[in-house]
């Protein structure tokens, strides 16, 4: 439900990703983000390719930031082929955090063959600070609605995984 930031990409090579790494530790020290290499020699990355879940199982490298203690950590995690898709939820981070990550998102798109961006919050495409706080604001809303209605729910939840969830309900409350 929360506003979220979609992306993906292969990178042209292995002076790309190293360019990569680079550009993104230097952005989150000049932001005093927390950040981490990313080195597994097999692991599990759960894709959507062509409207179809997909597992990819092998090496994956690459760094992730923490923009904000409210969003979703930002991986940049990458297959054998340097090829990454993910997604960052910024709804309890607000605009600020959104427009940082849309800002490093924009300085590394150049060193991907192809890149796409889906910015739930439409910055990425119209730039817009007004229309990403009011997209932020409605699901708020809409958030808080939810958690009005269901005495049993909580959130935001992070999980152990990094993931932020807008809420959960305790599915134990609706045999009582």
């Known amino acids: 439900m929360g506003i979220t930031i979609h992306f ?3 990178l042209r090579g292995a002076e790309q990703y190293a360019a990569l790494l680079q550009e993104v530790e230097a952005f989150a020290i000049a932001r005093d983000w927390r950040f981490r290499p990313i080195d597994e020699s097999e692991m599990v ?4 390719i062509d409207e179809r879940s ?3 199982i092998g090496p994956v490298m690459g760094i992730e930031c923490l923009p904000h203690p409210k969003s979703d950590r930002l991986r940049f995690e990458f297959d054998r082929d340097l090829f990454m898709q993910q997604f960052c939820k910024t709804q309890f981070a607000g605009s600020d955090a959104h427009i940082e990550i849309i800002e490093l998102l924009r300085k590394i798109a150049p060193l991907f063959h192809k890149f796409d961006v889906f ?3 439409e910055y990425w495409e119209l730039g817009n600070r007004s229309i990403l706080q009011a997209h932020l604001d409605t699901i708020e809303a809409l958030i808080a609605e939810a958690l009005r209605k269901d005495p049993t729910a909580r959130g935001p939840i992070r999980f152990d995984n990094g993931r932020v969830v807008d809420f959960v309900s305790d599915p134990q409350s609706e045999s009582k």
Not at 45 to 48: A, E, F, T
């Open 8 to 10: 993906e990409g292969q």
């Open 119 to 121: 910015d739930e919050g």
């Open 54 to 56: 997909v597992d990819y």
């Open 45 to 48: 990355l759960n894709r959507v």
